[in-house]
């Protein structure tokens, strides 16, 4: 940043003498390079600033013809400022970029009305981002983290090793393949993830890969979970199960490494379980001696059944797993037959894909709308207040305003107060400066790389208060050498930055003070609801036409969809925010609760009910659907109750989230004669429980008192 700026700033200042080129090329370099905070390494960054140049050519134009009005230039700000924020809907590399472009857009927002000069604001920006663009991608290289679609790559193998153990006797895991299958699927959780490699934009391939890795660490977690059979025979349709998926679960690792698609042993697998299923929904095989004249058809034994349907959850998770990874990899090129239900992104367009994206964060739940609404507005109000005072240096009470402004009250109140002592002892600093120096030109130009490299080193190390402080000297040292200056830009600078620190206190106390916190509760809350209607639902359908309804139509499913999304974006945002200024407010969840589990049981929900409502269903007798339809009911209770502990609007007390009742992870006694359907129904069910269990406790990994295991 230091050699990017100060080579931008010294060819057009006093190579070129052309003041406003100066001004524009060194904070392109600070918008974009310090100010935004695009993750990734230095050639991803580059690789992004470099197709935000048409943005910013367009964020520049725009603002030096809106900043003719006060008025024109306050609507343009609160118009931009929120699409900006928007953005962010676009993945974490937008969201990162977004307050570097804001900072772009609102530099050349105020007057002097210079419209002459634009071709010389665009020559400046247009210097400032190509020389960022390549000291990103050639100075002090940094090492690639492994993509994400890598790292799923890796979860696809150990499927394939693991589906091959349990191939074969004794058909178990050994401690160490499970613990390595529990921490291979550990590393596809979006905070092990780098933030640049998350699968989180709107794209097909981003939601294609994002489905892969829920669809690998889903299948390591019920490879880890099948037990060994008492016997030590699996049957040959489970162990023609296992095989296929660990052969579909090798050609997905290859088709993730640039391989050909997992066509023939995805057909394999789908061949596999279809009659695996259609066995166990049958009689049981004869046995060897004759059968007794008038006896009943013999059933599988309930442990078979269970095993069976643990096999074909296996089964489904790998062709999901297959059908995803072949989606990522080959885009509209993918050869699998996928199902369009649980792929309902592959056929669509980039634009549908944004618009979906969009839309489902058009709303005030959303935390991505909040941000942009709370920035919009605060920024809004700062031109306001800058154009009817006309202060000196307006630009920098926005900039503070951007700066300093957070999604929590008390995280904003926290970073205020250190920030104006940080630039209360900067302004000090720079007016001895002023006083001293007076107006020779030379000694600034001498000093202002040297303290760039200083603030530019020190600053996000220390703090926002250092940061302030050393910002506000490096400043002083610009605007010295563009136009005769005294210590009273010292003044300017502390006022300007205590009215823009104002004015985002004032929106973070009114616009969704509690930011993120209260946001992931609701929709935490929200999803479980939902999950429960489709529980109580899939249940019913389960258990009969006699007993239950029909099967829940698309628009339920559609509805617990939406709120995965935006239980989603409120985990992402609560990942990224601290814990706020003097504790957790009254009655917020705690830090430690598992919200990962909160997700799973709604990716659970989704895909379990989906495949027990596969045509045909099998009908139960009257026990099994009694007993199917009351477990439906029993979890969706729990739900419930989770879901009540959990809604910051409601009426019940927060705090530890109730234990599970050992009674209803026991469920029932097993009705004789089930059909294979209502162990499937019970397999999928138990799995809820246990993701239910683990919100209950706050870990996945501490048992809780009265809590049972799986």
């Known amino acids: 940043m230091t050699l990017v700026a100060a080579a931008g700033f010294y060819l057009f200042r006093y190579g070129l003498d052309r003041p406003t080129a100066a001004t524009y090329a060194l904070f392109t370099t600070v918008s974009l390079g310090g100010i935004a905070r695009t993750p990734g390494t230095g050639r991803q960054r580059a690789a992004l600033e470099l197709r935000l140049l048409p943005v910013c050519w367009l964020l520049v134009v725009v603002g030096t013809w809106l900043s003719v009005r006060t008025w024109s230039a306050v609507v343009g700000m609160l118009v931009v400022g929120f699409l900006l924020a928007f953005a962010a809907v676009g993945g974490p590399r937008l ?20 419209p002459g000069t634009i071709g010389e604001r665009l020559a400046g920006t247009t210097t400032g981002l190509v020389l960022l663009v390549a000291a990103e991608a050639l100075l002090f290289p940094e090492p690639s983290p492994p993509p994400y679609q ?46 640049a490699e998350r699968p989180a934009g709107p794209g097909m391939r981003d939601r294609a890969l994002a489905h892969t890795g829920l669809a690998a660490r889903t299948l390591l977690s019920r490879l880890a979970q099948l037990p060994a059979p008492p016997g030590g025979h699996l049957g040959p349709e489970v162990t023609a199960v296992l095989h296929a998926t660990a052969r579909l679960a090798t050609a997905t ?79 509209r090129h993918a050869s699998v037959e996928i199902v369009q239900g649980r792929f309902w992104y592959a056929t669509s367009r980039a634009p549908v894909l944004w618009w979906h994206r969009v839309r489902g964060h058009a709303g005030r739940r959303s935390v991505f709308f909040q941000n942009a609404v709370r920035i919009a507005l605060a920024l809004t109000a700062a031109r306001l207040v800058a154009g009817v005072d006309t202060l000196p240096h307006g630009f920098w009470a926005m900039l503070a305003t951007l700066s300093l402004t957070r999604t929590t009250m008390g995280e904003t109140w926290s970073t205020i107060r250190v920030a104006l002592v940080g630039t209360l ?41 250092w940061a302030q402080g050393l910002f506000t000297v490096l400043v002083a040292l610009v605007f010295a050498q563009l136009e005769p200056s005294s210590w009273r830009l010292a003044e300017v600078r502390v006022l300007d930055v205590l009215i823009g620190s104002a004015i985002g206190a004032v929106f973070g ?202």
């Open 95 to 114: 969201a990162g970029a977004a307050p570097g472009l804001q900072l772009l857009y609102i530099l050349p927002s105020f007057p002097p009305y210079a």
């Open 150 to 195: 890598e790292r799923a790559a890796r979860a696809a193998g150990m499927a394939a090793h693991c589906a091959t153990l349990l191939a074969a006797p004794p058909h178990a895991l050994t401690d160490a393949d499970a613990r390595a299958a529990q921490e291979t699927g550990r590393r596809l959780r979006s905070q092990t993830v780098p933030e």
């Open 253 to 331: 690792e290859m088709c993730l490494s640039t391989g050909p698609s997992p066509v023939a042993p995805y057909e394999d697998l789908v061949a596999a379980r279809a009659h695996l299923s259609a066995v166990s929904a049958g009689p049981a095989p004869p046995t060897a001696s004759a059968p007794v004249p008038g006896a009943r058809t013999p059933q599988f034994a309930p442990a078979v059944l269970r095993r069976h349907a643990a096999v074909l959850e296996i089964a489904d998770a790998a062709l999901a797993m297959g059908g995803a990874a072949d989606l990522a990899a080959h885009g």
């Open 425 to 465: 002892a900067g302004a000090l600093v720079t007016a001895a400066a002023l006083v001293l120096v007076e107006g020779d030109t030379a000694v600034y130009a001498v000093l202002l790389p040297v303290w760039m490299l200083f603030a530019f080193t020190v600053g996000p190390v220390k703090g926002v208060g």
């Open 509 to 710: 106390l009114l616009a969704w003070p509690r930011g993120a916190h209260d946001e992931m509760r609701y929709a935490a809350a929200e999803l479980l609801r939902r999950a429960a209607e489709i529980v109580v639902a899939t249940g019913a359908s389960v258990a009969g036409p006699g007993i239950g309804g029909p099967p829940p139509q698309a628009p339920g499913h559609r509805s617990l969809q939406h709120a995965v999304v935006l239980a989603e974006s409120a985990y992402a945002q609560f990942q990224s925010e601290p814990t706020p200024f003097g504790g957790p407010a009254r009655g917020a969840a705690p830090r430690h609760m598992d919200w990962q589990a909160t997700l799973m049981a709604g990716h659970h929900t989704l895909w379990g009910s989906e495949r027990l409502l596969e045509p045909p269903l099998a009908v139960l007798g009257p026990a099994a659907a009694e007993s199917a339809g009351g477990l439906g009911d029993r979890v969706a209770a729990r739900m419930l109750l989770v879901s009540a502990a959990l809604d910051p609007a409601g009426d019940t007390p927060t705090g530890p989230l109730p234990p599970i009742d050992p009674a209803l992870a026991g469920f029932t006694v097993e009705p004789p004669g089930a059909p294979r359907l209502y162990y499937a129904a019970v397999s999928w069910l138990e799995s809820l429980m246990t993701d239910l269990a683990r919100i209950a406790r706050g870990s996945a990994d501490t048992p809780a008192q009265g809590a049972s295991g799986p």
